[in-house]
């Protein structure tokens, strides 16, 4: 099995994105289906699917739309300053703006309370908060929702890592989410791998990476 550390990850995304000319829309869109296939949608029917504004959230609002185009009930929760998305977070956030009512803002104490109201009615959580690239402590109002998704006692399902977990070290910045279900893309992350109680509910998915990208990062062509 290949591990890799976070900046290991990002080198090899970039590689892939940048020098090889792998849409990174097409990336987020593998990994959206790659979670799909995990979750058994004769059984559950109503997803809370919460996002920060990073590549890691790009992914949670893909998987969002797709559920979505199959007529599931999906609240989607947003924590960041979407000014700074990234492309591909602002195109599938304007696709989940045409297929649901109303997407929710988490700013204030009443946005956290709503939130936590409306979680609780769900069957599913998506975690798409932080991806492997998360290297400081979680604080703030990002802590807090992690609390909540965790004291929300519904099945998890992280998006590459849980958020809050150190890709490189495994080490918790802070609060994790508790996640019953981790589907990590294309490679083990050496975090995961290292504790154990993350590594028995991790699954990973190939997301079409070419090999070429991370064998040019491994064996030190690229960083």
């Known amino acids: ?11 090899i995304d970039r590689y892939a994105i ?14 959206s289906m790659a979670v799909l296939k995990h979750i058994n949608l004769n059984k559950f029917g109503y997803f809370g699917v919460v996002v920060g504004v990073g590549n890691n959230g790009a992914d949670g609002l893909a998987l969002a739309r797709n559920l979505l ?61 932080f991806g492997t690239g998360l290297n400081r402590p979680v604080t703030g109002i990002y802590a807090t929702v992690i609390s909540i998704i965790n004291n929300v006692m519904k099945y998890k399902i992280s998006i590459d890592i849980p958020s809050g977990l150190d890709a490189s ?13 981790i589907v990590t893309m294309q490679l083990m992350k050496t975090g995961l791998y290292e504790r154990e109680a993350y590594k ?24």
């Open 169 to 181: 070290t495994g080490q918790d910045l802070g609060e994790v989410v508790d996640a019953d279900l």
């Open 18 to 31: 940048e020098v090889l000319k792998v849409p990174a829309l097409s990336l987020v869109e593998r990994a």
């Open 69 to 129: 185009a199959r007529y599931k009930d999906v609240e989607i929760f947003i924590i960041g300053d979407v000014e700074k998305a990234s492309p591909e977070f602002k195109l599938n956030l304007e696709s989940c703006e045409m297929l649901c009512e109303e997407i929710y803002y988490v700013e204030s104490i009443e946005d956290l309370e709503n939130m936590e109201k409306r979680l609780c009615n769900v069957n599913l959580i998506v975690d798409a908060i």
């Open 1 to 11: 099995m290949i591990l890799v550390d976070r900046v290991q990850m990002q080198a």
């Open 200 to 223: 028995r509910k991790c699954v990973i998915e190939d997301i079409g990476i070419p090999q070429k990208a991370i064998d040019s990062v491994l064996y030190g062509l690229f960083n």
